[in-house]
């Protein structure tokens, strides 16, 4: 009998974005910057996927291209079964509840002019939840989900700390039951405690309503904590993929080994060697041709700088994009 192999939640086939750079008195279109380019990604049903690499490499450009909030300008995506890149507005809006987004800021993903009453219950107001009893109990359901009172009902977004704003955050995306969630830098402007404390929550939330999340970062530090996977990108192109843990005590790719050779390590007495990183990340408007890190790898070889290479299984469920694992 053969046993059947589970569809993932979320699949994504070689994922472009390029934006236009505008000159001129016309504003006429005389280059491009291909800001995410040929990214391949699955993601499994109540598994957190990882997605680091130092600003401007293309990882939250991506997690808006999964949720078409911005357009995909080559590749497919995926989503239960369905390939949604080309579906209409009105098809979005059916599956819009299923996908939400935690936001890196969360004073600036709320508005300013509502009570929190108001902002949780505005995604169940546009996806037709009519009886208004019934979203007033559903917004104190959150609120108590998310570890906040029912009396903070009638507050304003400035009348709340960073963490208890991205608590907020968190309630809002879960108003409508989703599937996934995006969580896009969504501990990186709160203190190192208030971290812990937001990780733990989504942690407990994953399990309590079987969550799948992509947990975007820059932080190789906070990703280690929540995720199942990691996937490590670098001038818009994913060069790592593997297990957690895996990744952690076997990285393939020399920009990996370089990035986890400058997280703190607590234990004092153990001594790595700082891997530091020559010149600057390439203008992703001029990317250098081969591989994209060739500029900066300690480890490169000629054909680094002439051929791109391919990204693929260099272990079983390890995948890099280097030719020194040929």
């Given at each position: 009998?053969?046993?059947?192999?589970?569809?993932?939640?979320?699949?994504?086939?070689?994922?472009?974005?390029?934006?236009?750079?505008r000159?001129?008195?016309?504003?006429?279109?005389i280059?491009?910057?291909?800001?995410?380019?040929?990214?391949?990604?699955?993601?499994?049903?109540?598994?957190?996927?990882?997605?680091?690499?130092?600003?401007?490499?293309?990882?939250?450009?991506?997690?808006r291209?999964?949720?078409?909030?911005?357009?995909?300008?080559?590749?497919?995506?995926?989503?239960?079964?369905?390939?949604?890149?080309?579906?209409?507005?009105?098809?979005?809006?059916?599956?819009?509840?299923?996908?939400?987004?935690?936001?890196?800021?969360?004073?600036?993903?709320?508005?300013?002019?509502?009570?929190?009453?108001?902002?949780?219950?505005?995604?169940?107001?546009?996806?037709?939840?009519?009886?208004?009893?019934?979203?007033?109990?559903?917004?104190?359901?959150?609120?108590?989900?998310?570890?906040?009172?029912?009396?903070?009902?009638?507050?304003?977004?400035?009348?709340?700390?960073?963490?208890?704003?991205?608590?907020?955050?968190?309630?809002?995306?879960?108003?409508?039951?989703?599937?996934?969630?995006?969580?896009?830098?969504?501990?990186?402007?709160?203190?190192?405690?208030?971290?812990?404390?937001?990780?733990?929550?989504?942690?407990?939330?994953?399990?309590?309503?079987?969550?799948?999340?992509?947990?975007?970062?820059?932080?190789l530090?906070?990703?280690?904590?929540?995720?199942?996977?990691?996937?490590?990108m670098?001038?818009?192109?994913?060069?790592?993929?593997?297990?957690?843990?895996?990744?952690?005590?076997n990285?393939?790719?020399?920009?990996?080994?370089?990035?986890?050779?400058?997280?703190?390590?607590?234990?004092?007495?153990?001594?790595?060697?700082?891997?530091v990183?020559?010149?600057?990340?390439?203008?992703?408007?001029?990317?250098?041709?081969?591989?994209?890190?060739?500029?900066?790898?300690?480890?490169?070889?000629?054909?680094?700088?002439?051929?791109?290479?391919?990204?693929?299984?260099?272990?079983?469920?390890?995948?890099?994009?280097?030719?020194?694992?040929?």
């Amino acid at each position: 009998m053969s046993l059947m192999i589970e569809e993932p939640l979320l699949k994504i086939e070689h994922l472009k974005k390029n934006f236009p750079i505008r000159g001129g008195v016309f504003g006429k279109k005389i280059g491009g910057v291909q800001a995410v380019d040929d990214v391949s990604f699955e993601i499994q049903r109540g598994e957190t996927l990882g997605l680091v690499g130092e600003s401007g490499c293309g990882k939250s450009t991506t997690g808006r291209m999964l949720l078409r909030l911005l357009e995909p300008s080559e590749g497919k995506i995926f989503f239960d079964g369905k390939d949604i890149t080309n579906l209409s507005k009105q098809g979005l809006r059916k599956i819009r509840g299923q996908m939400q987004m935690i936001f890196q800021d969360p004073y600036a993903s709320l508005n300013p002019r509502h009570t929190i009453e108001r902002i949780l219950e505005e995604p169940l107001i546009v996806h037709g939840v009519k009886d208004k009893e019934a979203r007033k109990k559903k917004v104190l359901q959150l609120l108590e989900t998310v570890g906040l009172n029912s009396y903070h009902t009638n507050r304003y977004p400035h009348q709340f700390s960073g963490g208890q704003r991205q608590r907020i955050g968190i309630a809002r995306a879960l108003s409508l039951n989703p599937k996934l969630i995006i969580a896009d830098e969504p501990v990186s402007a709160l203190d190192v405690s208030i971290q812990a404390q937001v990780l733990n929550l989504m942690k407990d939330l994953q399990k309590k309503f079987e969550l799948t999340y992509l947990f975007i970062a820059h932080d190789l530090g906070v990703v280690r904590h929540i995720s199942d996977r990691v996937g490590v990108m670098y001038l818009g192109r994913l060069v790592e993929l593997a297990n957690s843990e895996e990744l952690y005590l076997n990285p393939k790719h020399p920009y990996t080994q370089a990035l986890l050779s400058a997280v703190p390590i607590a234990d004092v007495d153990y001594k790595k060697e700082r891997i530091v990183l020559q010149g600057d990340v390439p203008s992703p408007a001029n990317p250098p041709k081969g591989c994209s890190f060739h500029t900066r790898c300690p480890l490169a070889i000629e054909k680094c700088s002439i051929e791109r290479p391919i990204f693929k299984e260099v272990e079983p469920g390890h995948y890099a994009a280097c030719h020194l694992h040929g």
